[in-house]
């Protein structure tokens, strides 16, 4: 099997490492110092007290690369528009692609019943180029959960999980779907295999839509948004109009709203990721955890106050930071 990684920082540099321990044909993308470093020395993982370095190969552009049977995608979501011609650059008739991307995905209406079937999400696919130039006939739905951090140039940290559940757009278990979760598992991960994977997109979704943004606004780490009673009390709301937009798509939550918070209030004070896009001066993936899902409650008629007034605001700290188009 080969294996690409798009976007090796954190999360693809995770998986990658994991996989070319099992003996998986694996090629970073990548760019920068963190490249440099890792075409140098390798790539080290620093997981369970553990340090561990492989070198595999390590390329600057898709024409550096042989044709893989699987990309992993693993960047921003609002760095994917301006990547897809060069992730297409790489693929062969059969490439798979795993979308390992946080927020409502640019394939979720590919296939499913319901009267937008097919249409395009113009907050995390801006005309529709996503849809074009990534076939969603080659996607593999992947939801990430394990915390990572790139802690310098050729270096990753894990932290915390392992867990990367899988799942066809229209629910099959086919082939190439199998043949990947038993890669992932020989390597030590836990790929579950799901047939309802948009059900379990938005319960992940339900708490970074809220909060992300609210960490943004408040600067507060996870124990205080969701054990502050005010606090709490914005995210709920926000959730149960998110949760409105995404039943009447269909969607079944499979754990309650209080139980959701609850989980992130066990994590503790941790920062969420797009907190720290903002004090490193970064780019935040505000369209894929919010503004797509305020657009999904334009289009199925759901007002969404508190969702909005949350964007709105969140959209503008973004710009007053440099971190927003203006």
């Known amino acids: 099997m080969k294996v690409a990684i798009f976007g090796a920082g954190a999360i693809g540099g995770y998986v990658g490492v994991k996989l070319a321990q099992a003996g998986v044909d694996v090629t970073f993308i990548a760019r920068g110092a963190h490249l440099e470093a890792m075409r140098k020395k390798g790539v080290t993982l620093i997981s369970e007290n553990k340090r561990l370095t492989v ?8 024409d550096e690369v042989d044709t893989p049977d699987y990309v992993f995608i693993t960047l921003k979501a609002h760095s994917l528009p301006a990547a897809a011609p060069q992730i297409a650059a790489m693929l062969g008739a059969d490439t798979t692609l795993v979308i390992g991307v946080n927020g409502l995905p640019y394939w979720y209406f590919y296939g499913l019943s319901c009267k937008w079937r097919d249409r395009t999400i113009e907050s995390v696919d801006p005309g529709g180029i996503l849809w074009r130039t990534l076939q969603p006939a080659r996607v593999i739905g992947c939801i990430v959960y394990p915390a990572a951090e ?11 999980g392992n867990r990367f559940t899988l799942g066809e757009p229209d629910g099959s278990k086919s082939a190439r779907i199998q043949a990947l979760s038993k890669q992932l598992i020989a390597a030590g991960l836990k790929a579950p295999v799901r047939s309802q994977i948009r059900d379990e997109l938005w319960v992940k979704l339900w708490g970074n839509l809220s909060l992300n943004p609210l960490s943004v606004l408040t600067t507060s780490t996870l124990d205080r948004l969701a054990g502050d009673p005010d606090l709490r009390d914005v995210c709920r709301t926000m959730m149960r109009e998110a949760q409105a937009v995404g039943e009447s798509l269909g969607v079944r939550f499979g754990i309650d709203l209080e139980q959701r918070i609850d989980g992130a209030l066990e994590v503790g004070a941790h920062k969420t990721s797009m907190l720290q896009d903002l004090e490193r001066g970064r780019p935040m993936e505000i369209d894929a955890l919010l503004g797509a899902v305020v657009e999904l409650g334009d289009l199925t008629g759901h007002a969404m106050p508190m969702c909005r007034a949350i964007l709105a605001l969140v959209r503008e700290r973004a710009r007053r930071a440099g971190c927003y188009p203006a």
């Open 150 to 160: 790139v802690i310098e140039p050729g270096v990753i940290e894990h932290t915390y």
């Open 55 to 62: 070198r595999v190969r390590c390329a600057l552009r898709a």
